[in-house]
């Protein structure tokens, strides 16, 4: 249990150095870490983590890793992850307020940054299209259906309406229990 701390630890920690773009650009990071390399949880255990994590007060990586660890290593696990993921980013972000605020219109700062960019642009959209797949395949037709308007519905609402996030879980999560008690999930 000793080493597997330890790897957690530095998993997380290595997840964390890398997570620029916060929480959607750090999924296809997360996956490959605890799902491919690691096999700590599946899949579909990624994919139900994120909708949880979302759901919840806190940055999507810190939940996750807060689940993840407590999975691999009960309550310490679960703290070791947490501090792990976030450790990197304090420090990072402690650096760069220090040599940002001195150095912010150097061209070559900018474009450091424009680089950056893309780079969590491209991360996102992966993210996006990983958890669409797993819809699709851990879901019946209908169920699938469902979970597309549903999406859809909500991306509207925040996008375009300016409607609280947090009523449109909210009334997600009705509308899913709706349809469980009508047997349609």
């Known amino acids: 249990m000793g080493m597997?701390?330890?790897?957690l630890f530095l998993t997380f920690l290595k997840i964390g150095f890398v997570m620029?773009?916060?929480g959607y650009a750090m999924i296809p990071i997360l996956r490959y870490e605890v799902v491919v390399r690691h096999q700590w949880i599946?899949?579909?255990?990624l994919i139900d983590i994120i909708a949880v994590a979302e759901s919840t007060p806190g940055p999507i990586a810190v939940n996750s890793a807060t689940y993840v660890g407590?999975?691999?290593?009960?309550f310490l696990g679960a703290f070791l992850a947490t501090i792990a993921i976030?450790?990197?980013?304090?420090?990072?972000?402690?650096?760069?307020?220090?040599?940002i605020m001195k150095f912010y219109n150097n061209y070559l700062v900018k474009g450091i940054l424009n680089g950056i960019r893309g780079a969590v642009l491209g991360l996102i959209l992966s993210a996006v299209l990983m958890v669409v797949k797993g819809i699709v395949k851990g879901a019946a037709i209908g169920n699938s259906l469902a979970t597309f308007f549903i999406a859809i519905a909500v991306f509207i609402c925040v996008t375009f309406?300016?409607?609280d996030p947090?009523?449109?879980?909210g009334a997600s999560a009705l509308i899913g229990l709706v349809l469980a008690l009508l047997k349609v999930w």
């Not at 407590?70 to 009960?74: A, D, E, P, T």
């Not at 947090?166 to 879980?169: E, P, Q, R, S």
């Open 4 to 7: 597997e701390l330890i790897e």
């Open 20 to 22: 620029f773009g916060g």
């Open 42 to 45: 599946s899949e579909q255990e």
């Open 70 to 74: 407590y999975k691999v290593g009960g």
């Open 86 to 99: 976030v450790l990197p980013a304090f420090m990072v972000m402690l650096a760069i307020a220090v040599v």
């Open 161 to 163: 309406l300016d409607i």
């Open 166 to 169: 947090v009523i449109l879980i």
